[in-house]
């Protein structure tokens, strides 16, 4: 059995986006068996009336909720009673296997550095959300989390984790690993991407060399390397380049009732391009490089991302990843991360 | 009469495109003087069989071409007999009052500082693209050029030459100027956003505070300041989301003769929201902070996109925005930019 902890707080659907997605995933899973965390009086709420599998089910009941707008740190050191603590505190003490959560980003970082540690050799653990691609193959973006500012060591680990990580997760032989800059030459980019090229270019992983932002949707990288800051913009970029065209194409599609019309035969195809956009879809972002199996959702999430995190966690758990990504970085040997970071 | 120089080497399409350009603008600008700058033989050859008042166009012969593949201060140095040196030259000598191209960005960057120098008071000029908006008002992102590792100091000031830009050349009374950044509140981002945030707010400008990359096309800002590399990220990243998503809704829209028949009287709609997302439209990049007026066309400018930077360039003097920008320089006093930079 795979023990996963979902956290019913903090998202902007709590708590009925986690309870029913929780539910979903428990009848798709037999394999599982699942802790909701938060205020028991609303989870009871969210699940009265709805049939589940009550041995496989169990509450814990959490009434300290960490919003977006407290200090991550802070919050996680003074509200024992949140979520984020308890749950993580079950993963800790080898009570539960995985923790999935849709609340505070800065939190839930927070909250697996402070309670369950980096992994022996990571100096950073990092965010990478899966972004969809043209070819099919979704892209893993790292680091997206708390890494704004880096030195080549950070990179260097990112771009390790990320290569284990797909192959122990996704069974991606060779990933391509490719370092986000401004050009595809190696001499071209800021100080960071300058210096880290050339670490790069002789690290045990597929190095491709530099990928511009205008084609991280191309399918050309499977894991594409960068510090938080950069990661931030070119992710939301891309989320609200999409959106704006997509905007503009429902403005010019109902400008007369003919087109109207029209775009409402298409719109089976219109909702397909939608889907493949849809980051939601593609699933929760994992938090590698802590001593444990951590997926944080979009804030917006709906039941159906949240039960595709929760698959997202089984799958790592079964794949036993962290231990293969840990692997990844002792096996890569002290030298490149001996003093550093 | 406003005399532009068109360089007519290093793009994608030249000479044609850059020729085919100005022989648009002369036409339809008769206060227009232009200077074609290039291989005269090439020149003579796009000329050949095309009407045109020949009293107003003239060939400045340049037989040497920088490419995107040398190292451009070198190249800017070595080569005297370019389009970009000796276009600038006449920039630099008052015989012509601009510089448009769709050459190498660096190259041009690095002509113009050598040749036309720095603004009193500017420490790092800076190439500024717009983008198209979903509200209409295209949106400038300053830096998208070379300024890949900035101090607060320069982001100040790409601020005050932002602003000073839209009110000079658009008649923007109080241009909204926002700091790209990866969260809307103040203490979000990474150092440089971090220190530069409460100048920013100091400053003589409309400062609105941060605005996240997602929302670039939203409109709600009329300059984004920004280092170059986040600058080049997010404006690649758009320009990326834009392409891969125009190619989901063709595969989606001809997935079956039925959708691609109505794709196809869809067509007008669809080729609408094309033109909306597309920079060319928009026109080419100014640099600001020269002693000049140099504007900076895509690569794969066409002959449409080139009359278009004429225009601009045309515009640019008439309202003698260098001087209007370096007076907003001047005024801002020397407090904040004093020894630094």
Not at 61 to 80: G, L, M, Q, V
Request: a neutral charge; proline letters at 5%; aromatic letters at 4%.
């Amino acid at each position: 059995m795979v023990r996963v902890v979902v956290d019913a707080t903090g998202g902007d659907f709590c708590p009925q986006a986690p309870v029913e997605g929780a539910l979903k995933a428990l009848e798709a899973e037999q394999g599982l068996l699942l802790t909701l965390a938060g205020p028991e009086g609303e989870i009871k709420q969210a699940l009265a009336g709805k049939a589940y599998d009550a041995g496989r089910l169990a509450i814990l009941d959490c009434p300290e909720t960490i919003t977006n707008h407290e200090h991550p740190a802070t919050a996680i050191r003074r509200k024992r009673g949140s979520a984020i603590v308890q749950g993580m505190g079950l993963v800790k003490s080898g009570q539960a296997d995985a923790f999935v959560s849709t609340g505070s980003t800065g939190a839930v970082l927070s909250g697996a550095m402070l309670l369950l540690g980096r992994m022996e050799g990571v100096s950073r653990p990092a965010l990478m959300p899966m972004l969809p691609t043209v070819g099919g193959r979704p892209v893993i973006l790292i680091d997206c989390g708390a890494n704004v500012d880096c030195k080549p060591i950070h990179l260097q680990q990112f771009a390790l984790m990320g290569s284990a990580y797909l192959q122990a997760m996704e069974g991606v032989e060779q990933p391509r690993v490719a370092l986000l800059n401004i050009g595809a030459e190696a001499e071209k980019g800021n100080e960071l991407t300058k210096a880290v090229y050339p670490l790069l270019d002789q690290m045990p992983i597929h190095f491709t060399g530099n990928i511009e932002a205008r084609d991280i949707l191309s399918g050309q990288a499977d894991v594409i390397v960068t510090d938080a800051f950069a990661g931030n913009i070119a992710m939301k970029a891309t989320e609200g380049a999409a959106g704006a065209l997509m905007q503009m194409l429902k403005q010019e599609m109902t400008a007369n009732p003919w087109y109207s019309l029209l775009a409402a035969m298409l719109k089976p195809a219109l909702r397909r391009v939608k889907n493949r956009m849809d980051y939601e879809k593609v699933g929760g972002a994992p938090l590698i490089g802590v001593k444990g199996c951590v997926f944080k959702g979009h804030g917006s999430s709906h039941a159906g991302a949240v039960e595709r995190m929760i698959d997202q966690a089984v799958r790592y758990v079964q794949r036993d990843v962290t231990s293969r990504v840990a692997g990844a970085i002792d096996s890569a040997g002290v030298a490149w991360h001996r003093g550093e970071g």
